[in-house]
């Protein structure tokens, strides 16, 4: 049977009209008469049977698919190194931030001697910064 528009293709593929035509771009065998993305579309009912029984439609997008699974694939383990790697950095600004923070108690702590053990301001020598003629 010879059918003449999207609408009785796709109804015959049991899919809307978009689906159909975005199916014609990966091989669905549908004729235009005329050339032209605009101009009608006729197929044969049963070319279009053996084209979705063969599998010509699910092998192009198993194609497709796999395609996708692999890239899938090597996404999540490069998020599951950058995870490692982001685990790693923690660890080790942690440990930076530790030592910086026991850094700063010693040197405030020295600062607190030092300036417990100072003899009084009158005890303290001043620099000559003036001149005396």
């Not at 009785?8 to 091989?27: D, F, K, P």
């Not at 005890?123 to 620099?127: A, G, K, M």
């Given at each position: 049977?010879?059918?003449?528009?999207?609408?009785?293709?796709?109804?015959?593929?049991?899919?809307?009209?978009?689906?159909?035509?975005?199916?014609?771009?990966?091989?669905?065998?549908?004729?235009?008469?005329?050339?032209?993305?605009?101009?009608?579309?006729t197929a044969d009912s049963e070319t279009l049977d053996w084209w979705l029984r063969n599998g010509v439609f699910l092998r192009t997008n198993a194609v497709d698919r796999q395609t996708d699974l692999q890239r899938a694939r090597e996404l999540r383990e490069e998020v599951r190194s950058a995870r490692v790697a982001l685990r790693n950095t923690r660890v080790a600004f942690r440990e930076t931030m530790d030592s910086l923070r026991n850094s700063i108690a010693v040197l405030q702590n020295q600062y607190r001697t030092e300036v417990t053990t100072l003899p009084p301001k009158s005890?303290?020598?001043?620099?000559n910064s003036e001149v005396n003629f």
């Open positions: 049977m010879v059918l003449t528009s999207w609408k009785a293709i796709a109804s015959h593929l049991r899919c809307s009209v978009r689906s159909a035509q975005r199916w014609e771009r990966v091989g669905l065998p549908v004729h235009r008469p005329f050339a032209g993305r605009r101009s009608y579309v005890v303290i020598p001043r620099p």
